[in-house]
C-alpha cells in the first residue's frame, strides 16, 4: 500500500514520525521546513471564509423549512449549541491543560507570543453598539479579506434571505444565483480536497521546526488537552443529550442510546457524520421509531445546525491556546469566541475536515496572531484524528436526539401529535 492510499489520519501520523526523524537528523537546518508547512495552513484559512459563504447560500437556496417545526428545531439547535459552548469553555478553564504549553509557543514563532497576543485587534469593550459594529463589515468584501466569521456568515444570510425572499416572488434569475451559489460550493470544496492532501507534509515540516528547536516533550503536552476535548465530548453526547431526550423527548436515555449505538459507532470509525447519514436514518426510523419527516428535518435538512462537536471543540482549543499564551481571555473576547465558533460550526458544515478549516478563523476571533495560528495548527493534528471522531459522533448524537424530540411533536393523521 502506497503512502497516497492511506487515510489521512494515518498519513498525519507518518509525517509526526519523519519530522521527528528529520529535526534529528537536520538540526537547527530543520527550521526552514517548518515555513514551508505554515504555508499550507495558510491556505486552509483562505479557503475557509468562501467556503462558508457559499455553504450557507446554499443551505438557504435548497432548504425549506416551514411552521412549528422550523421554530423547535431552531431552539432546539440553539440550546444544544449554547450548552456546547458552555462545556467546552468550561471544561478548558477547569482543566487547564494549556499550562503544560506555556513558554512552547513562543519558542516556535520566535515571539513573545504572550505580547504579541495582547496587542492583537481592538481592544474589548462592553459597549454593544461598538461590538455590534465590529461585526458589521463595512464593505461586503471585508470579511473575506479579513477572515471575519461572523461577519462572513452575516452576508451570507443576508444574501440567502434574499435569494429566499425573490424566489417566493417568482423571480426567474433565482436558478442562475442557486446554480452559482452551488456550483461555488462544489469548486471550493474541490480545491480544498486538494489542499487536504498537502496537509501531512504541512504537518511534517513544522514537526521537524519545533522538535528541532523545542526537543518531543511538546507534544507530551497533547494529552492533558486531548483529555480534556474527550471529556467535553462525553458530557455533551452522553450527559446532556440523556437529559433531552428524557425530558423533552419523554423517552428512556438508555433506549435512545441502544438505537443510537451502530450510528454513533459508524461516526467514531469513519469519522464523517455525513458520511454515517444512511446509517442514522436507518437507526432513527427502525430502531428509534422517528417518523421519516423529524428524521430527515434533524438529521439532513438541519445539519449545518447540530454540529456541537466541532462547536464545543473549537471554544476548548481557542482556551486552550490563550493558556498555552498567558494570556488571559476576557468575558467578552470569550463571548466572541463562542459566536465563532457556532458560526463555524454552522456555515461549514458538510465540508471535509470541517473542524480544521475553521480553527483557525475562532483563534484568529480569540485575538491570537496569525503567526502563532499558523504554528499551532499542525501541532494539534497529530490528536486530530481521535478528536474528530469524537466530534462526528458528537455531531451524530445531536442529530439523532433533536430527531427524537421533534417526533414527540409530530402531527398525526387524525391532527394531533404523537403521544410522549
Known amino acids: 500500500m502506497t503512502l497516497r492510499r492511506l487515510p489521512l489520519s494515518a498519513q498525519i501520523v507518518v509525517g509526526v514520525l519523519l519530522g521527528i526523524v528529520a529535526a534529528r537528523v537536520l538540526g537547527p537546518r ?4 517548518g515555513d514551508v508547512g505554515m504555508l499550507v495552513i495558510r491556505v486552509l484559512k483562505a479557503l475557509a471564509t468562501p467556503l462558508i459563504l457559499f455553504a450557507v447560500v446554499d ?3 435548497r432548504t425549506h423549512i416551514a411552521g412549528r417545526q422550523a421554530l423547535r428545531l431552531f431552539a432546539l ?7 456546547a459552548i458552555f462545556i467546552g469553555l468550561g471544561v478548558a478553564h477547569a482543566r487547564n491543560a494549556g499550562a503544560g504549553w506555556q513558554g512552547h509557543l513562543a519558542a516556535v514563532t520566535h515571539a513573545d507570543a504572550a505580547s504579541s497576543h ?5 481592544a474589548p469593550t462592553l459597549d454593544p453598539l461598538t461590538n455590534l459594529g465590529r461585526m458589521i463589515p463595512e464593505s461586503v468584501l471585508e470579511p473575506f479579506v479579513k477572515n471575519q466569521v461572523i461577519s462572513a456568515v452575516l452576508v451570507a444570510v443576508a444574501l440567502g434571505l434574499a435569494l429566499r425572499r425573490r424566489k417566493a416572488d417568482g423571480d426567474p434569475s433565482v436558478g442562475t444565483w442557486e446554480a452559482f451559489a452551488q456550483g461555488g460550493l462544489g469548486i471550493f470544496t474541490t480545491v480544498l480536497h486538494a489542499v487536504v492532501k498537502a496537509v501531512p507534509f504541512a504537518v511534517f515540516g513544522v514537526v521537524a521546526s519545533v522538535v528541532s528547536r523545542t526537543g518531543v516533550g511538546v507534544f507530551a503536552a497533547l494529552g492533558p ?3 480534556t476535548v474527550l471529556v467535553g465530548f462525553v458530557l455533551q453526547a452522553v450527559v446532556w443529550y440523556g437529559v433531552l431526550v428524557a425530558v423533552l423527548a419523554r423517552r428512556s436515555p438508555r433506549a435512545f442510546f441502544a438505537g443510537a449505538s451502530d450510528a454513533a459507532v459508524t461516526a467514531l470509525s469513519c469519522g464523517s457524520s455525513l458520511a454515517t447519514l444512511p446509517v442514522t436514518l436507518k437507526c432513527l426510523k427502525e430502531r428509534l421509531g422517528v417518523p421519516d419527516g423529524p428524521a430527515r428535518l434533524a438529521a439532513c435538512v438541519s445539519t449545518n445546525l447540530n454540529h456541537d462537536g466541532i462547536i464545543l471543540y473549537e471554544a476548548a482549543a481557542a482556551i486552550f491556546v490563550s493558556q498555552a ?3 488571559h ?6 463571548v466572541t469566541v463562542a459566536l465563532s465558533s457556532v458560526m463555524a460550526g454552522v456555515g461549514i458544515a458538510g465540508v471535509p475536515e470541517a473542524g480544521l478549516i475553521t480553527l483557525p478563523l ?4 480569540a485575538g491570537i496572531p496569525d503567526v502563532t495560528v499558523a504554528a499551532v495548527i499542525p501541532l494539534l493534528l497529530p490528536i486530530d484524528w481521535l478528536v474528530g471522531r469524537g466530534r462526528a459522533a458528537t455531531n451524530v448524537l445531536s442529530d439523532m436526539a433533536v430527531a427524537t424530540v421533534l417526533a414527540r411533536y409530530e402531527p398525526r393523521t387524525d391532527g394531533g401529535v404523537t403521544a410522549p
Open 325 to 327: 499564551l498567558g494570556a
Open 118 to 122: 495582547a496587542s492583537e485587534g481592538a
Open 225 to 227: 488537552f486531548l483529555l
Open 362 to 365: 475562532v483563534l484568529g476571533a
Open 59 to 61: 443551505a438557504f437556496a
Open 329 to 334: 481571555l476576557g468575558p467578552l473576547q470569550q
Open 30 to 33: 530543520a527550521h526552514v521546513l
Open 77 to 83: 439547535s440553539t440550546l444544544n449549541a449554547t450548552v
